[in-house]
């Protein structure tokens, strides 16, 4: 690790309660002092004329799309309380201190089964509590169109009925929920209604609803799409299509893999030109493969592909499914797409995913002190990082990461 990184700099481990730090804001570029007091964000105040040019300070990351990561998949089973463990740890090394774990369509008994198994691993640990912020239900209430219903499995869709709503928020108790569905299907706006009303976040996502069904889905609460240009045909109506159809909502957000797999460099920029920035939502969309090397590994009941590339697919297909991205890798990624500097894309992956969540802004006061210090090197790249969490002090890492 650099000196800086290594020297005290004033910094006491998170899990001694309280410390301080001082480096440059990544959003207001100020040098600052940061203050935490029993795990908790205390304060930011100007650290006058310390110097601080190639050490920064930011929120850690936030991921609203986990499928699984560091070869654990969530889909299991027999997913054990150290695996999961090893995933958060393994999350926390890339940056990322709080997500919302992710499952993806199966048989709706079985989606149920999951996540009361899920819940109960993370009441055996408050390391789990702290990072595991809520659950990412992504179908089984999604199109089965092709293209549409992407890696999910046709045959297990189902229709969003006001009891299925009703179960999927008794089984997460007070737990926060974002649900993703397609509303196009029958009763499929009045479970966005019903849904909101019981507490949850709704995204319309794997859809390839009319423009109409997504407005009045929106009148009803859903509050976004989930990762757009993903989970819909590689061919589509120029005239009329699913891509069109969002772009033309207004007050909605948005999320995205800033890969540069799942959404091309053009279509990328121009989302941020179309798109108000505080409304774009980055999110991995991570499995298992995500953190590991190359290889095959699992997603439920799919065996995938992913060689050096860090492209998830079905073995003989191009169908994209999940993603291998790090948490950590996203602004960068996001940055060299857009041309511009990876502190311009940091809030994407912090305070927009705090909105769409309805959880508070992660850089204020009274929040958990969770947050990154960056190093960078003369081409003001992200060379090594530390990472900061609520409870769990200090973790380094290390690698030049290109845009």
């Known amino acids: 690790m650099s000196a800086k990184l290594q020297e005290e700099n004033g910094i006491h481990s ?22 935490w007091e029993q795990g908790m964000l205390a304060g930011f105040e100007p650290a006058g004329e310390r110097d601080a040019r ?13 499928n699984g990561y560091g070869g654990i998949d969530f889909q299991r089973d027999s997913l054990g309380l150290e695996e999961l463990l090893s995933a958060v740890r393994q999350l926390r090394l890339s940056g990322c201190c709080r997500f919302f774990l992710t499952l993806i369509t199966t048989e709706w008994e079985v989606l149920l089964k999951r996540l009361a198994h ?12 702290r990072a595991v912020v809520g659950w990412h239900v992504e179908g089984p209430f999604l199109s089965a169109e092709p293209g549409y219903h992407g890696a999910h499995r046709r045959d297990r869709m189902l229709d969003p009925t006001p009891s299925r709503i009703s179960e999927l928020r008794k089984a997460a108790g007070e737990d926060r929920v974002i649900l993703t569905l397609a509303p196009e299907r029958p009763g499929g706006v009045e479970a966005v209604a019903l849904a909101d009303s019981l507490g949850m976040r709704v995204c319309v996502g794997h859809s390839n609803a009319p423009s109409e ?13 989930t990762h757009l240009s993903n989970g819909c045909p590689s061919e589509l109506n120029r005239h009329d299509n699913i891509l069109w159809r969002v772009l033309e909502m207004e007050d909605w957000m948005i999320t995205v893999i800033p890969d540069q797999i799942h959404v091309s460099p053009a279509l990328f920029r121009l989302l941020h030109r179309l ?14 493969a995500a953190g590991a090397p190359p290889g095959t590994y699992g997603l439920g009941d799919l065996e995938l592909e992913v060689g050096p590339d860090q492209v998830v697919r079905r073995p003989g297909s191009t169908q994209f499914a999940g993603s291998a991205l790090r ?24 305070q927009t995913p705090c909105r769409l969540a309805g959880l508070p802004d992660p850089w204020t006061p009274g929040q958990p002190a969770n947050f990154i ?31």
């Open 54 to 66: 190639d050490l920064w300070v930011a929120p850690a990351l936030i991921d609203l799309q986990v």
């Open 14 to 35: 998170a899990s001694q309660g309280s410390g301080d730090v001082i480096a440059r804001d990544v959003f207001t570029g100020r040098t600052i002092r940061l203050k």
């Open 327 to 350: 948490p950590i890798e996203a602004p960068p990624r996001a940055a060299g797409m857009l041309r511009c500097h990876w502190r311009q894309t940091w809030g994407s992956m912090t």
């Open 275 to 288: 798109v108000r920035r505080e409304d774009l939502v980055y999110v991995t969309d991570a499995m298992s």
């Open 118 to 129: 899920l819940r109960c691993l993370r009441s055996q640990s408050l390391e789990l509590e």
């Open 373 to 403: 210090l960056l190093s960078v090197d003369a081409q003001n790249q992200i060379q090594e990082w530390r990472t900061f969490c609520e409870g769990a002090g200090g973790e380094s890492s290390s690698v030049t990461l290109t845009s």
């Open 213 to 225: 069904v997504l407005r009045r889905a929106r009148e009803m609460g859903a509050v976004g799409f």
